[in-house]
């Protein structure tokens, strides 16, 4: 074997290998690219699951502001509305409950992406915890469902850009 084909051989392996990585970088960024979920979000809860029975089939519709560094998920939500055993009613400006929101989207190739956030909100007379496990939409919009500690209640979400 001389030195000149085995260093041809080995540019060629390198260049090829270097050619295959940014196609696959490309692809990825470009094709594949992470869920859009920067900006201004509306989702609604229905709970289905609950240990106190005036819960039962409440509907809780909330504003959030998300921002996404990298797989990283941050912001804040606001409860605007509440249809429950006491009534229905909105949430204007000081009467809102706020909340801080962390979380993560999970980059599927083969499937969709899920995101999942953690909620904890200021409410009404103490802070709770919600936890959300929602699939990424063709649409943009987000589906899935959320687990609270506020009564142990279950129930499934909705995530969508435009006022319910």
Do not use: C
């Amino acid at each position: 074997m001389e030195f000149s084909s085995f260093l041809s051989d080995v540019i060629a392996t390198v260049v090829g290998g270097a050619l295959i990585a940014l196609l696959f970088f490309w692809a990825k960024e470009r094709l594949l690219p992470l869920p859009e979920t920067t900006g201004r979000w509306y989702f609604e809860m229905r709970t289905e699951k609950t240990a106190y029975a005036p819960y039962a089939g409440m509907v809780l519709r909330y504003v959030a502001m998300l921002w996404r560094e990298g797989h990283r998920i941050e912001g804040t939500v606001e409860k605007i509305y509440e249809n429950s055993s006491t009534g229905e009613r909105s949430f204007v400006g000081k009467n809102r409950t706020r909340g801080i929101v962390n979380g993560y989207v999970e980059k599927n190739y083969l499937a969709p992406d899920r995101i999942f956030l953690h909620v904890i909100e200021d409410g009404h007379g103490r802070e709770s915890t919600n936890i959300y496990d929602v699939i990424v939409q063709s649409d943009g919009g987000m589906i899935g469902s959320f687990h609270s500690m506020v009564a142990d209640q279950d129930g499934t979400v909705k995530w969508q850009r435009d006022p319910f």
